[in-house]
Nanobody
Framework: QVQLVESGGGLVQAGGSLRLSCSAS????????VGWFRQAPGKEREFVAT????????YYAESVKGRFTISRDNVKNTVYLQMNGLKPEDTAVYLC???????????????????WGQGTQVTVSS
């Protein structure tokens, strides 16, 4: 099991930026693919972005493509989500998740992940 801790959330005005971090508890983080998901009140959890274990492949939800960038630093056991051009509809709890990655695979369904963080709140005001 990998313990994940998200940070970097907060309150920002529409059009602003935030950078979320997902830090892992152990050095084997480099064998894990990582995904970011979000959940707004009363809504289903939705996929945001994912990155393969070596960082070579990424994939985004259409709703964030061109605005959000996922990256990772396996030396620091951390994955980042840079969020630019934030909109009120981006308001949600953002969660990171990890699963052992195979080859250059990434994963965009929540059922494929077996390690989850507690989440960090992102609120975008209009």
């Amino acid at each position: 099991q990998v313990q994940l801790v998200e940070s970097g959330g907060g309150l920002v005005q529409a059009g602003g930026s935030l950078r979320l971090s997902c830090s892992a508890s152990e050095g084997t983080f480099s064998i894990h693919a990582v995904g970011w998901f979000r959940q707004a009140p009363g809504k289903e959890r939705e996929f945001v972005a994912t990155i393969s274990k070596n960082g070579g492949r990424t994939y985004y939800a259409e709703s964030v493509k061109g605005r959000f960038t996922i990256s990772r630093d396996n030396v620091k056991n951390t994955v980042y989500l840079q969020m630019n051009g934030l909109k009120p509809e981006d308001t949600a709890v953002y969660l990171c998740a990890a699963t052992i990655g195979y080859g250059t695979n990434y994963y965009y369904t929540s059922s494929e992940y077996d390690n989850w963080g507690q989440g960090t709140q992102v609120t975008v005001s209009s």
